[in-house]
């Protein structure tokens, strides 16, 4: 340890045990200074038979004057200061303070041994009050300035009742039993069972060291172990901890926990012995030789060569070790010198936590570094020297994280993880610097060490952002109009930065003493003119200072404990934002008329308080409910893997307040939290302090929501509502606010909840008030802010970076929907609700949500649907359809769907209405695809139940819309307006002309086949191979496509004229011939139409003539013809780039080729002279030449 390691250089301890002081005894002829030799008898003493004089007095009878006195002295003093003070001390006296020496605070013992403990203000009564325990210790000192008691030391520890935990009932009472069931795998439960179940024995105290043997029960797998535990402790603290279970563990294992509750639960079962040096005093020569033989005897396998070594250096006159006085105690406690702090193990420290860096992606690693914080906070609390120490071992923990130098050298920020972490860290160091009743020179080594870690390139800045600073954490709150941004900016800030600051903070004000020394303080009955600032007009006091400033010191108090002192002044930073409030509502009362012209306003904030480093807002909220919340034993131990119950509140009346107030802490932090987050402040720069800020914003309303609403705390939400709302530009919620204020959705839907039941005129004002998003919202300029002496201006030159819009907008839609839900029925609300939705929200796909929340309301399944909400679902949806008609939107075809069967729903007029309108709503495709083919379905026709007139309504609407699709878009409508008007026969015509006028524009050949498809398949054979042969005119198959998608419509398109007669084919075919060069695909069609006779379409007055059609004739001559001049191209196009692996295929390729050749009576000879070109042309292919002889000769 560091303290250890200090020790061992200043008292240069002979070569054994260090840290343990050296006892002197006299010469020969001195008088001895312990009182008579024999006087300390093995067993006699205070309290007979070897044992501790018994700690179980009745209650009633009051301590001895020599208890009170040893009581004080052994927590106070070291031993070696009341051996030095006094010449001679009865032994009954040693055995008191030997006694009282052992700490008595189980709860102290608790904080030593798990990370999860949960006490604190608030969650149960203090620790040390057990059966067998000690009377509770008095709290602790006043901080500095604070009147205190002769001959206590400020800077001591309370080794009673940690300050704010009550007293009366003990950690081990709370948990023994067995109750919480998460917390049974700590050492400390684990302590308490090993104790209850008899498992410490041969408990033995000598001096200031403690020993035992504790037993684990055997289980299944293992058996059972007993293991050896030594304790050394002084001025009621442990000091070292051996156990032979060796655990290797920032805190004591369960077996160090079992020996001390068995010598707090059962002093009066404990061997007592003075300090062995006590006892050696006690000895003759003869004795003394018979002990030391003895004892080596009995472990001469391990302390021989170290006696041997020893008796050398004594025998030698020139050894060291008779150069000192006196020889080390173990037993003797500590000397005046040695720094009095319970033992903590730094090196378990330090691996833990690089253990738990290490395993940054991981969330229990998170979870485990900030119970660490919290066990820091704890034994601020408790005055535990170790609370700073080892936030300085976590500190260079994290100052040596690699990931840092990595961050830095890549431009890359922290995980957000990490920042929470940081953040945590700096705010702790802000709590130990400004600790009230640290050492000047303790400070002043904090601070050397803070600076020399901010210097440092890799230390994180506080919001990840080198562009954009905040100002001094010592600024007072009310920035003069001499302040310009720029001079109030920092070059620099890191994390360690407000810490820093706290250097110029200090608790020697008078003023401030006062405040948190009583809460009686009130204005003098005659103020001087100085004074008049100092108090409101109830004569209460304030405290004028930098607000987050002032709740670290808050903040301080209660994590040192002083939660009355943090209490007190608490209220007094609350009575000075009231009159803050009072004042700055009364300033925009006479500006409230050009701020409504200008229709802007200015930030009146340079720093918010919901998301600043110092959390100012939640530290005021929890000291207020922390003096609110009923004890609950069983919260103090709860497990980090289980949930915890919600805390229970109750109304404690304001001691400092107004002699005619009825009002408590309670509704106090309420009011703070409410005047806090209506605080309008600007968004912060950068990624992380923008993310920050919702955090914090939904932290905060969580603790909110924790209360129960009464009627004090409605009057006082209700109050403050108002107040936010009349507050002008110095709330955000105001008539005006700034473009880039932060805004104030998610606060408002808390709001509405809460007030809804009890003032809903007033909630719904309030929430439309807030739906507005300004950043997103035409904004004309700031303005002339001269006007505003007591404002920085901060005029919006850019567009803002706001990188959490989207949860913004999101958290705008949440508060819009519970409007919504709430407003069900009331036809006036949700008109107003839906003008401001329609005014404020700007993204499609939110408001496309509320749309479908809205109709989901609407229509429950169990009841019948509320018409009112309906259209406005079905409005919201119109606006979707408006907004995203002309914008690329993935989930377009689900919203319009969804439209069509929200205007179902609400009945027949409202899919007569988007049908007639549908060119503002839709694309032609989707309102005839989509739209007019579900209006007119036989579903939509059963389930609104439509006589005939409305029937031919709605369909008489969709023709219309058809037709006017298919004028707009013919390419994509065509079809579906044939379709949409098949039952009219007028319309129809319409439909088929407009087709065909297209056709010969910008339609394609698939667009065309589809159409003629369907025209077939309606009964119009004709007309369909009008179209086919139009939709022929736009093909061109080149030689090599034979799977190209069109080819089964050509081979139809054949088939069709075919069925038709001899001269539609004779019609077809030259279009064939000029579109398609495939020969496969021609070898094909003339295979098909050679097969049977044309004309067996069956249309009447045709006849078949019965005959197959000669190739050598037209029309299939020169189809014969194209074929036969399609293969010899595509021959040779093949061959010159043909490899030896496609030779088999080409092959293949002739024979299909002179099947086609061998159709004419000539064509043997045309294709023999072929093969014989081939040859020619391509006779260094000798062995594809060679492959050719032998199939074809």
């Known amino acids: 340890m560091a303290e250890g390691g200090e020790r061992e250089e200043l008292l240069s301890p002979p070569p054994i045990s260090p840290a343990k002081r050296l006892c002197s005894w006299p010469s020969p002829q001195a008088q001895h200074p312990r009182g008579t030799p024999g006087a300390a008898g093995g067993g006699a003493g205070v309290g007979g038979g070897g044992c501790l004089a018994p700690g179980a007095r009745p209650h009633l009878q009051p301590e001895s004057l020599l208890d009170c006195a040893a009581k004080t002295v052994a927590e106070k003093w070291a031993y070696e200061r009341v051996e030095e003070r006094f010449e001679r001390i009865p032994e009954p006296v040693q055995r008191r303070i030997v006694y009282w020496s052992f700490p008595r605070n189980e709860r102290e013992i608790c904080m030593y041994s798990s990370f999860q403990y949960r006490g604190g203000p608030g969650a149960g009564a203090a620790a040390g009050g057990a059966a067998g325990s000690s009377p509770v210790e008095e709290g602790p000192p006043p901080p500095p300035g604070v009147a205190t008691p002769a001959g206590s030391a400020p800077g001591a520890a309370g080794a009673g009742a940690s300050p704010g935990l009550g007293t009366g009932t003990g950690v081990a009472s709370a948990g023994g039993g067995g109750g919480g069931g998460g917390g049974e795998g700590l050492p400390f439960r684990r302590g308490i069972r090993l104790l209850d179940s008899g498992s410490v024995e041969n408990v033995l105290q000598v001096g200031f060291h403690l020993s035992g043997t504790v037993t684990e029960p055997a289980t299944a797998s293992d058996p059972a172990m007993t293991y050896k535990v030594a304790i050394s402790f002084d001025r009621c603290k442990i000091t070292s901890v051996t156990c032979g279970c060796g655990n290797k563990d920032i805190f004591y294992c369960a077996h160090v926990v079992a020996l001390s509750l068995y010598r707090i639960r059962k002093p009066d079962q404990v061997k007592l012995r003075l300090p062995i040096s006590e006892t050696l005093f006690q000895m003759n020569r003869d004795q003394l030789q018979k002990f030391i033989q003895y004892l080596i005897t009995a472990h001469h396998t391990e302390v021989l060569p170290t006696a041997q070594k020893l008796a050398d250096e004594i025998l030698s006159s020139n050894s060291e070790i008779n150069q000192v006085n006196g020889a080390p105690d173990p037993t003797a406690g500590a000397s005046i010198d040695d720094e009095n702090c319970w033992h903590l193990d730094e090196e378990q420290v330090k691996e833990q936590v690089k253990l738990f860096l290490s395993q940054g992606g991981y969330y229990g690693s998170g979870k485990q570094l900030n119970s660490m914080f919290s066990k820091v906070r704890e034994m601020l609390r408790m005055r535990d020297s170790n609370g700073a120490r080892m936030l300085t071992l976590i500190t260079e923990q994290f100052m040596a994280d690699p990931r840092l130098t990595l961050w830095r050298q890549q431009g890359a920020s922290m995980t957000d993880k990490c920042r929470l972490l940081w953040d945590g860290l700096g705010a702790l160091w802000v709590c130990i610097i400004l600790n009230p009743h640290c050492k000047l020179e303790e400070k002043s080594c904090w601070l050397q060490q803070l600076q020399k870690w901010n210097d440092l390139d890799i230390c994180p800045l506080e919001d990840g952002n080198y562009g954009h600073e905040l100002p001094n954490v010592t600024n007072a709150l009310s920035q003069s109009a001499s302040h310009s941004p720029d001079s109030l900016s920092r070059p620099r800030r890191t994390v360690f930065s407000r810490a820093i600051e706290g250097r110029e903070l200090h608790w020697q004000d008078s003023h401030l003493q006062r405040i948190i020394s009583s809460d009686t303080y009130a204005a003098p009955a005659c103020q001087r003119e100085s004074e008049r600032l100092l108090f409101n007009s109830h004569g209460q006091p304030l405290w004028l200072e930098h607000v987050p400033t002032a709740c670290a010191r808050v903040d301080a108090l209660r994590s040192h404990g002083y939660p009355k002192e943090a209490l007190r002044l608490t209220v007094a930073i609350i009575n000075t934002l009231r009159l803050q409030q009072q004042r700055q509502l009364e300033i925009y009362k006479h500006q409230k008329k050009e701020l409504l012209q200008r229709g802007t306003t200015t930030i009146t904030n340079l720093e918010g308080w919901v998301g600043h480093p110092l959390d100012p807002i939640g530290c005021l909220f929890l000291t207020l409910t922390e003096a609110c919340r009923l004890n609950d034993d069983s919260y103090m131990e709860m497990s980090d893997m289980n949930e915890s119950r919600l805390p229970v509140y109750q109304h404690v009346p304001v001691a400092s307040g107004c002699p005619n107030s009825n009002e408590s802490y309670l509704s106090l932090a309420l009011e703070v939290a409410l005047m806090g987050m209506g605080q309008q402040r600007v968004m912060p720069e950068g990624l992380y302090a923008q993310d920050k800020v919702c955090r914090n914003e939904e932290q905060l309303l969580s603790q909110l929501q924790e209360l129960q609403l009464d009627d004090e705390l409605v009057q006082t939400l209700r109050k403050q509502c108002i107040l936010l709302l009349e507050g002008g530009p110095f709330s955000g919620l105001g008539e005006v606010v700034h473009r880039e204020s932060v805004p104030m959705h998610t606060f408002a839907k808390y709001l509405f909840s809460a007030l809804l039941p009890h003032d809903p005129d007033l909630s719904y004002k309030l929430a439309l008030r807030a739906m507005r998003l300004p950043v997103l919202e035409n904004s004309s300029s700031a303005g002339d802010a001269s006007h505003s002496h007591h404002m920085v201006s901060v005029v919006p030159s850019r567009y803002p970076r706001w990188f959490t819009l989207g949860h913004l907008e999101s958290q705008q839609c949440e508060l819009a929907s519970t409007m919504l839900t709430a407003a069900k029925g009331d036809a006036l609300r949700l008109r107003t609700i839906l003008e401001a939705i329609q ?274 004739k037209a029309p299939l001559r020169q189809l014969l013809d194209a074929t036969i001049n399609a293969y010899i191209n595509t021959t040779h196009s093949r061959l010159t780039h043909i490899s030896p692996r496609h030779y088999g295929e080409f092959i293949e390729f002739l024979s299909k080729a002179r099947e086609t050749f061998l159709l004419p009576q000539d064509g043997h000879l045309q294709f023999a002279q072929f093969i014989d070109n081939l040859k020619q042309i391509y006779k260094g292919k000798k062995k594809l030449m060679l492959l050719v002889r032998e199939r074809f000769g």
């Open 839 to 1112: 005014k404020h929200i700007h993204s499609s796909s939110l408001i496309f949500k509320l749309a479908q929340d809205a109709f989901k309301i609407a229509t429950p399944t169990d009841s019948s649907a509320d018409s009112t909400l309906l259209n406005v679902a079905l409005e919201l949806g119109l606006q979707v359809m408006r907004m995203t008609l002309s914008t690329l939107n993935w989930r377009r075809r689900e919203m319009v769907r969804w439209l069509v069967t929200c205007a179902t729903e609400v009945g027949v007029r409202a899919l007569v209405s988007i049908l007639q309108s549908w060119y503002t709503l839709f694309t032609p495709t989707e309102a005839t695809s989509i739209v007019a083919a579900t209006a007119v379905s036989h579903t939509t026709i059963l389930r609104l139940s439509l006589d005939y007139p409305q029937r031919e309504e709605l369909a008489s609407c969709a023709r219309t819309l058809a037709l006017q699709c298919a004028m707009k878009d013919p390419q994509s409508c065509a079809l579906s307006a044939l379709t949409l008007c098949e039952k009219d026969h007028i319309a129809f015509e319409a439909a088929y002309q407009i087709a065909i006028d297209a056709a010969a524009g910008g339609m394609t050949h698939s667009q065309l086949f589809t159409i003629a498809r369907y025209m077939e398949l309606r009964g119009y054979p004709l007309r369909a191979f009008k179209l086919a042969s139009l939709a022929m005119s736009h093909l061109n198959l080149a030689y090599n496509q034979d799977t190209h998608p069109a080819i089964n419509d050509v081979l139809w398109a054949c088939a069709l004229s075919h069925s038709l007669g001899k001269n539609e084919l004779a019609a077809l075919i030259p279009l064939v011939v000029k579109s398609v060069h495939c020969a496969t695909v021609l070898s094909d069609i003339l295979r098909r139409c050679t097969v049977t006779a044309p004309g067996l379409a069956g249309i009447p007055g045709r006849r078949s003539s019965g005959k197959l059609m000669s190739t050598d």
